[in-house]
């Protein structure tokens, strides 16, 4: 039996089930701060002392556990940081500040200091000013799987809340049209999702390096491609939870569809997870591929944000199109493959 996401313990669809739930309740707590309610998009919008204001809560789930497996814990504050910096970009929003929740299962200075390199250095490059957070230590909560190359370490889980700042109305998605172009910015690896069924698939021995990359920051190049090309991007998606089904959360928005004809060929752990899954539609929803950023943009702008993403250091490529319906859809070796 081919090696899928629910398999491993993550059943995606009861996730749906309880998002769509939350959704519904949350909703019934507007209050005058939520003019515009924004639920089940990639932040929240609110408003206070007549500023419109974004906000993003995220952790960095079970990638821990290959941080624990190699006592290597500096670059984790990273991944927390762009799990919430690169979705408040995707509703147009500038990431101004910031707070980390950090659980301990017993105080462990040495620990702490290498999770706040992580989270300083990753707040430094999105603008991000880190100005408060909370550490619990809870023994009797907060245990590892046990597969830790330092025993005497403690076990943690990290997450951040992050707050922005926003001109004029959220970028939704729903400005886009059939025909838009369909630029992906490339991922640094499999960022933080996915690890539930990557550490069952990759040896940590061979791979826990790689598995270890921090999450690409896209702040700088997407806010720059907001700034000279506002009016021709039309929506951007994080490739995270999800992976290239998350399209649909924005393409609701406008009633559209999107068709992935030319998506890069994966390579380094994502080959090796592909090759191992042996499922197209199984890998695309499931890890970003090497793609782990989606901007739908005019097709004469095409040009641009690819150099503005070059001009960041960021390899991207046309990966397909705006096309009618609501699917999305993988065209891969001749085969429509739904992703939904």
Not at 90 to 119: F, H, K, N, Y
Not at 260 to 268: H, I, Q, R, S, T
Request: net charge neutral.
């Amino acid at each position: 039996m081919k090696p899928t996401y629910s398999q491993s313990g993550v059943d995606v669809a009861a996730v749906k089930a309880i998002q769509t739930r939350i959704n519904t309740l949350i909703a019934s707590t507007s209050n005058k701060h939520t003019p515009n309610f924004l639920a089940g998009h990639y932040a929240g919008v609110f408003e206070a002392g007549g500023q419109k204001l974004t906000m993003h809560c995220d952790g960095v789930g079970s990638k821990i556990l290959v941080a624990q497996a190699l006592d290597k814990h500096d670059t984790v504050g990273i991944d927390a940081v762009a799990m919430n910096a690169n979705d408040l970009i995707c509703i147009g929003s500038t990431p101004i500040v910031g707070v980390d929740d950090l659980s301990l299962s017993r105080a462990d200075d040495e620990l702490v200091a290498q999770l706040m390199t992580g989270l300083v250095a990753g707040c430094k490059e999105s603008g991000v000013a880190l100005i408060g957070g909370e550490t619990a230590i809870l023994p009797d909560m907060v245990k590892s799987d046990g597969s830790k190359k330092n025993p005497a370490r403690a076990d943690y889980s990290l997450s951040m809340t992050i707050v922005g700042t926003l001109s004029g109305a959220p970028l939704t998605g729903a400005k886009m049209k059939e025909g838009d172009t369909l630029i992906g910015l490339s991922s640094s690896g499999i960022h933080s999702n996915g690890y539930t069924l990557a550490r069952k698939l990759l040896p940590v021995k061979e791979w826990g390096e790689e598995m270890l990359v921090p999450t690409q920051l896209y702040v700088k190049p997407v806010l720059e491609m907001l700034r000279t090309q506002a009016s021709s991007i039309h929506g951007i998606a994080h490739i995270t939870g999800g992976a290239f089904s998350k399209l649909a959360r924005i393409g609701a928005h406008a009633g559209v569809g999107f068709e992935l004809d030319n998506m890069p060929k994966p390579a380094g752990a994502m080959a090796e997870l592909y090759k191992k899954m042996g499922d197209a539609r199984e890998a695309y929803r499931t890890f970003n591929m090497g793609v782990g950023m989606v901007i739908a943009c005019e097709p004469s702008s095409a040009e641009s944000v690819l150099k503005t993403a070059k001009k960041h250091g960021i390899s991207s490529y046309e990966i397909g199109h705006v096309v009618g319906g609501r699917d999305v859809v993988l065209v891969q070796n001749g085969k429509r493959i739904s992703l939904l």
